[in-house]
């Protein structure tokens, strides 16, 4: 079921992050972005963007969500610089592709070093894994063909 709403699912882990029924620390938010910790990291640095419209996953993302994405980055990029991540070259940002969210809420990983990863982060995040796909390749596909492959 594609759902699009206005956060506040009950079931919705990330829902319930962003209306503050968690303990969870919120590292920077505006209206529609929020950034917290990884409760597992795959890298030194690893935080998730979460958007508080509800979205299934980066599958239901359409050509008109590209500001969202761009956004989502841009909040990424911010928390990596806040936290002196000095060689931006080194970070891995995407999602996971379904059926291998953990969470069916929209999140986009942002991961450094990339280079210092172990194992089996590289097997969830690195760049031969079916199970996460690029923010770059993300906004390409949105762009290109308005939906995520």
Sequence with gaps: METRDACGREDCLFCRIADHQTDTEILLSDDELLCFRDTKPGATHHYLVVPRTHIDNCKRLQGDDVS??????????????????????DVRMGFHVP??????????HALAPASEMSFASLRRYGPQTHWFITVDKVLSQLKTRGKVK
């Design 99 to 108: 059926p291998f969210s953990s969470v069916p809420h929209l999140h986009l």
């Design 68 to 89: 969202l994405v761009e956004r989502m980055v841009e909040m990424g990029w911010s928390i990596l610089k806040k936290n002196k991540i000095s060689d931006l070259e």
